[in-house]
């Protein structure tokens, strides 16, 4: 199940559970981390780590968020948290499936995993709510993660501009 046989077949995709939590918790801290050193605005707050958690295990028993794993034998080498975002309103009235969070360990890109967890959300998540679109955010300098939504089939749609108050 979820199982990547073109690329890295000794890591599945699967629903995360609460004893996954820590492990999660400590990816989204590097990968916080690491767009902090880019950027900032991104370093983390002093509760960051705690609401992190909180946010995550309130998803466990959400059924419009979930969080999936990639582990390797019991090994967690990526995440995927999402949820489901219904837009109206305004607008015509749309129902997305949004990517809050997404991380691999760097010895595990590069081999299909990213792909994998995307694919399950959308296989799983996006059509089983009737989503129109997947949407994510993605850090403007991060040109590697650009790159991998660009070969997913992800379009650029909107720009966040910022002006600093002195």
């Known amino acids: ?49 705690e609401n992190f958690t909180t946010m995550l295990r309130n998803a466990f028993n959400d059924l419009s968020q979930v969080v999936y794993v990639a582990k390797e034998k019991d090994k967690l080498i990526g995440f995927l948290y999402g949820y489901i975002k219904n837009l109206s309103g305004f607008f015509i009235h749309r129902i997305v499936a949004h990517i809050s969070d997404i991380a691999v360990l760097i010895e595990h890109r590069r081999k299909g995993v990213g792909t994998a967890l995307i694919n399950k959300f959308q296989n799983e998540i ?36 910022e002006r600093k108050i002195e």
């Open 1 to 49: 199940m979820g199982k990547n046989t073109s690329h890295d077949p000794t890591y599945e995709i699967m629903k995360g559970k609460e004893e996954d939590l820590e492990d999660i918790v400590k990816l989204w801290v590097e990968i916080i981390e690491w767009h902090a050193n880019i950027d900032s605005n991104f370093k983390l707050d002093i509760e960051g780590k």
């Open 126 to 161: 996006a059509l089983k709510f009737k989503a129109t679109d997947i949407t994510l955010y993605v850090h403007v300098n991060n040109t590697d993660a650009i790159d991998f939504y660009h070969n997913l089939g992800f379009n650029d749609r909107l720009l966040t501009m």
